[in-house]
């Protein structure tokens, strides 16, 4: 028998905290638990509903986290399990749900289940990673490649044999055809909901399968670089992924994973979804299956984490959302610790930052949208991406990659909190943080917008509590207007009740730096501003509105 479910995920506001860079309780130069819980007053205080938590157990930190060693631990630089008790009841009592990053699909090296595994071929869970033979040359199994370079096979001398690591070698691939790993992996999954956690952001929720006949994939060639899922310089994106994840055997396993959720009140999973087409994987992972909702709760793919952003791209993505989603819930991210900070991505060729007027816009679409907006840590201040020099880099996927990719480092740095202060109020100041501070995040400090009451950050406030209170953004349909050069512009309408119409909002952005006039169709007539969203950079008339360069209109229709 499943558990309620209030559905408060379904249009809810998550938070993503990257506990090495959020708050420094300790003064080691690392973020920890108890550093969040300090500042979680100052999440609560943003209108969200949840905070997403990425990976803090224990591991070797080679993929600072994602490569995990213990699955029921915390690792002793974040504190430890009381400390993360101590979080979760704050969080709860300011009226936060709390979600953790889980990582299923692959372990560390440095796990027991793989010290045992790579021992002997004959051992009780020889077949628990993805083991394979190579062909008669030496060469390994097949042509899949690694997202951070090279070969996706690792030869071990132990067993005379290939492993798979999808990412780095230190991080070898569980084998999900074994049901003993299933059983295991979900057992870990039970401890923290035992806990009382609220929910999970499933890491490569489309990686956990891979075609147990490990067939080729097939070649793609080199991409343009226009697709923003795509980094045309790694030779990973130089394939389509046929074989080596989204299998059809992973809906299963979801179908395990949503049935123990079931189990626990109000609980929740976002899956993060890396595919050739991840708009249609999103859909397909979370839409009703034939017996009801049992997959994943909502999920997000890349589409919105690249470069492009005008009107046009707007348009023709969310075009296809509609022709997909079907029954599906979104996940809309603008950015998060993956991708360079939307302030930088989406700039206007200044290189640093983004106007304020588009990084207004951006903050209201994302929190318009029909799906469940994710914000990063910082995108409220409008932090741009830091630079990093080469041999202040930590993370490997940069590091491999340089010069001309930088990894991920830029948008990890710490979060600036003080303005003055000589780490910007991160730790102590008696110890270096783990990754350079960014002076042009001095400026942007939480005290300097805190005493603004026009900054960013104050405008993100004012936003999410005007969210909160329009029924047709929680849970209404999206009907998109035609296409304009200028202009994405769509309508949000609660579900009619007892025969009469819900609420209606039109709201239109102009993504360019010049004036725009979008003509509305006949049967929309604007009844009022909404103007206690802060998005007003236009006006309505008789047959149309006009919008000041990176303006932005939302409205009451009649």
Not at 273 to 280: M, W
Not at 398 to 426: N, S
Not at 487 to 516: D, H, I, M, T, W
């Amino acid at each position: 028998m499943k558990a309620p479910n209030n559905g408060w995920w379904r249009g809810g506001v998550v938070y993503q905290i990257y506990p090495r860079s959020f708050a420094d309780s300790n003064g080691d130069g690392i973020g920890d638990l108890p550093g969040i819980t300090a500042r979680l007053p100052y999440v609560a205080s943003l209108g969200v509903d949840a905070i997403w938590l990425s990976p803090f157990f224990t591991s070797p930190m080679k993929d600072y986290g994602y490569d995990v060693s213990d699955y029921c631990n915390v690792d002793s630089i974040f504190g430890t399990l009381a400390d993360f008790r101590t979080l979760l009841d704050t969080a709860h009592g300011l009226g936060l749900k709390v979600m953790i990053d889980q990582v299923l699909s692959h372990t560390s090296d440095q796990h027991p289940w793989f010290k045992e595994s790579r021992a002997s071929r004959d051992n009780p869970k020889a077949d628990w990673y993805v083991w394979a033979d190579p062909k008669a040359d030496g060469t390994p199994p097949n042509n899949w490649l690694s997202i951070f370079g090279g070969s996706a096979w690792h030869w071990d001398t132990r067993r005379c044999q290939y492993y798979l690591h999808n990412f780095l070698t230190s991080q070898p691939d569980l084998n999900f055809h074994q049901p003993a790993v299933q059983d295991a992996l979900l057992e870990t999954v039970k401890f923290w909901l035992d806990l009382g956690v609220d929910g999970y952001r499933l890491d490569t929720a489309n990686f956990y399968f891979h075609d147990a006949q490990l067939r080729d994939n097939p070649p793609r060639g080199r991409p343009t670089g226009e697709d923003p899922a795509v980094n045309s310089l790694n030779p990973y994106a130089w394939q389509w992924h046929r074989h080596d994840k989204s299998q059809p055997e992973n809906l299963a396993f979801l179908q395990r994973l949503r049935a123990l959720l079931d189990q626990y009140p109000h609980t929740t999973t976002v899956g993060e979804i890396g595919d050739d087409d991840g708009l249609a994987r999103m859909a397909e992972y979370t839409s009703a299956g034939p017996n009801g909702e049992d997959r994943l709760h909502m999920a997000y793919c890349f589409d919105l984490l690249g470069r492009p952003h005008d009107a046009p791209f707007l348009h023709a993505l969310m075009t296809r959302v509609e022709q997909v989603i079907g029954s599906g819930w979104p996940c809309w991210a603008l950015s998060n610790h993956d991708c360079v900070r939307l302030a930088t991505r989406w700039s206007e060729g200044d290189g640093e930052r983004a106007t304020p007027g588009l990084l207004r816009i951006a903050a209201a679409l994302q929190m318009t949208l029909r799906g469940s907006p994710c914000l990063y840590q910082g995108d409220e201040l409008g932090l741009p991406e830091a630079d990093i020099a080469y041999e202040d880099l930590h993370d490997p996927y940069g590091i491999e990659m340089w010069p001309d990719f930088k990894g991920r480092d830029g948008c990890r740095t710490p979060m600036p909190w003080v303005a003055e202060a000589a780490d910007l109020g991160f730790g102590s100041g008696a110890t270096r943080p783990w990754l350079p501070l960014a002076e042009p995040h001095r400026a942007l400090a939480v005290d300097r917008q805190e005493a603004d009451a026009q900054s960013l950050l104050h405008f993100y406030r004012r936003l999410l509590r005007w969210r909160r209170q329009q029924p047709a953004l929680i849970s209404g349909t999206q009907t998109l207007l035609p296409a304009h050069a200028q202009v994405f512009a769509f309508v949000r309408e609660e579900p009619a009740k007892a025969g009469q119409r819900g609420q209606r909002l039109l709201c239109a952005y102009n993504f360019s730096a010049r004036p725009a006039r979008l003509e509305l169709p006949a049967d929309l007539w604007v009844a009022s501003l909404c103007s206690a969203s802060g998005v007003v950079g236009g006006r309505p008339d008789a047959e149309g509105i006009e919008l000041a360069p990176w303006g932005g209109l939302i409205a009451h229709l009649s």
